[in-house]
T-cell receptor, first 114, second 113 residues
């Protein structure tokens, strides 16, 4: 069975600074990896996904993520955060054999200081 | 193009009651999945429906059930509500099964008192 760990529960970053959110997954075969963002009281919005190919994936809102098979990681990055990036971020893994079922990490809440 | 619509947005129920939540997928989407989100357990998969058939089920008690209609709309039902069922219930739709590229609705916030 697949699992996802997001080691950081909270991260505080200054506006304009860079941001990196960590994600480690466990899955025996080729994983399908996702990053979602959730604003308070809202659903999840897909930021980016990795299925195969180039290990550096570009997403919306200036986010990117890098898949590192050797480290079982899929970390999310943004060079310069904006106050509107304050939200909760979730990493998820899917498996072909499991249909559309996604397994999510516990989430990282990002606070942006002015 | 309308997104995934979940109704109602908020719901308050009493312990022991039952509740039905509704999800209308994006037009043309035939797969609907349901997730429960709580502060303690995070996001957990409940079940997935495709073409009116349950394709996948998470590790939840039988009090949680769902169904999908011929127009792809889906409902989930929770019977004999417990305080621990208080959660944000999220529905997600996808054009077909097995793509894993799903679009989430805004959720239904259920409070059990």
């Amino acid at each position: 069975a697949q699992s996802v760990t997001q080691p950081d529960i909270h991260i505080t970053v200054s506006e304009g600074a860079s941001l990196e959110l960590r994600c480690n997954y466990s899955y025996g075969a080729t994983p399908y990896l996702f990053w979602y963002v959730q604003s308070p009281g809202q659903g999840l919005q897909l930021l980016l996904k990795y299925f195969s190919g180039d290990t550096l994936v570009q997403g919306i809102k200036g986010f990117e993520a890098e898949f590192k098979r050797s480290q079982s990681s899929f970390n999310l990055r943004k060079p310069s955060v904006h106050w509107s990036d304050a939200a909760e971020y979730f990493c998820a893994v899917g498996a072909k054999a499991a249909g559309n079922k996604l397994t999510f990490g516990g989430g990282t809440r990002v606070l942006v200081k002015p | 193009k309308a997104g995934v619509t979940q109704t109602p947005r908020y719901l308050i129920k009493t312990r022991g009651q039952q509740v039905t939540l509704s999800c209308s997928p994006i037009s043309g989407h035939r797969s609907v999945s349901w997730y429960q989100q709580t502060p303690g357990q995070g996001l957990q998969f409940l079940f997935e429906y495709f073409s009116e058939t349950q394709r996948n089920k998470g590790n939840f008690p039988g009090r949680f059930s769902g169904r999908q209609f011929s127009n792809s709309r889906s409902e989930m039902n929770v019977s004999t509500l417990e305080l621990g069922d208080s959660a944000l219930y999220l529905c997600a739709s996808s054009p077909t099964a097995g793509t894993m590229e799903v679009t989430f609705g805004s959720g239904t916030r259920l409070t059990v008192v």
